[in-house]
């Protein structure tokens, strides 16, 4: 791609979903016997039925606790697992089927691993990426710079890709990733580990391709600072299933309620008592705590001025839920959703029977 071309790319991703098919052994002795004549097998969903898709030159962000299907996800999307059922499209091409094509459209990177060869200095791993990609020189040399000057490379770049430091190493693995200006950027975890300068560079750079570039970017993290400072929307899948897919205030609309008022009454002697969707937590002589109450207590700043029309305050001061607050209550949420849904399954199931 030329460098002065509009870099453009989207994802499209329709009821996507994955399953295995595995052996499984039986206890003892003969049943691992049993198990060489007569396989055991089981099949694990590792997604089932998710539907998002992700606009050119947006960030977005696929959060979910361990194990909800989000390394799954992109390995679909990246052409490395074929999907068991559902479509997908990235930048134009199903990956699974051009493969070539679709990598030529995408660059990865995965937190634990490298692209880099390992015995070489990282400056002649970017050397081998050009000639695999065929990277016009004077357009690899540019990138280079920009590189440069965004991550700071030089001052490593000429160190055996053994010796670098995780956060070298993945700033290093972030320029391999970009050499030949894919529209398309998958980062599963790419901060993991690192130090809090290093990730902030991390993110600088990560928001410069997004906004000057025009990258369309997909990130899986469990850092919710860098949901904060980088996306703007958000999809939450949990057990393989779509739990949520919108902008960070609607998840905290729907799962950040958590919040207090912490209010110094102007009479100590003042009676208290709950307000429509607020209760009262703690009292302590003239000081009241409040916190939300029930599915439809009000937010935090409605919160405040009923309590401000209520009673006459000397003081007052507002907490409300940080997003690891959030995402966790969006996870114990979703699971619980979960099991609902199998215990009416259950249900329907005994009833038939």
């Known amino acids: 791609m030329s460098g002065d071309t509009r870099i453009t790319g989207d994802i499209q991703v329709r009821a996507l979903t994955k399953t295995f098919r595995t052996t499984t052994r039986r206890p003892g002795a003969l049943g691992t016997l049993r198990s060489l004549v007569n396989p055991l097998w089981v099949t694990k969903t590792a997604v089932e039925d998710v539907t998002f ?74 050397a081998i990426l050009r000639d695999i990609y065929g990277v016009p020189d004077a ?41 030949h200006d894919p529209p398309v950027v998958f980062l599963d975890e790419p901060t993991i580990g690192m130090d809090v300068v290093v990730k902030e560079q991390v993110r600088g750079f990560l928001k410069h391709q997004v906004e000057e570039r025009g990258r369309t970017v997909l990130l899986t993290t469990h850092d919710m600072t860098e949901v904060s400072r980088l996306a703007e929307r958000v999809v939450l899948i949990n057990d393989g299933r779509l739990v949520m897919d919108g902008t960070l205030e609607e998840i905290k609309r729907k ?59 000397s003081d007052i001061a507002l907490e409300e839920a940080d997003l690891e607050d959030v995402m ?22 005994g009833a038939g029977s």
């Open 255 to 313: 799962f950040g309620d958590t919040w207090l008022v912490r209010a110094t009454l102007a009479d100590p002697e003042a009676a208290v008592s709950a307000l429509p969707g607020i209760a009262v937590l703690q009292r302590e002589g003239p000081r009241v705590v409040f916190g939300p109450e029930g599915s439809h207590a009000p937010t935090v700043h409605q919160a405040l001025k009923q309590v401000i029309e209520r009673y006459e305050v």
């Open 139 to 179: 357009e690899h040399k540019a990138r280079l710079r920009e590189f440069d000057d965004l991550l700071e490379l030089s001052s490593f770049w000429d160190t055996r890709v053994r010796h670098l430091s995780l956060g070298q190493r993945v700033r290093c693995d972030l320029a391999a990733a970009l050499l």
């Open 53 to 126: 898709s992700v606009a050119p030159g947006e960030l977005l962000a696929l959060l979910g606790p361990n194990g909800a299907g989000k390394s799954t996800t992109i390995k679909m999307l990246t052409g490395i697992l074929v999907p068991t059922a559902g479509e997908v499209s990235v930048a134009g091409v199903v990956p699974y089927r051009e493969r070539e094509r679709n990598a030529r459209n995408i660059g990865a990177v995965f937190g634990q691993r490298t692209q880099l060869w390992w015995d070489l200095p990282a400056r002649e791993s970017f």
């Open 328 to 349: 966790r209550a969006a996870y114990q949420g979703a699971a619980l959703e979960a099991s609902d849904v199998l215990e009416e399954s259950a249900v329907r199931g």
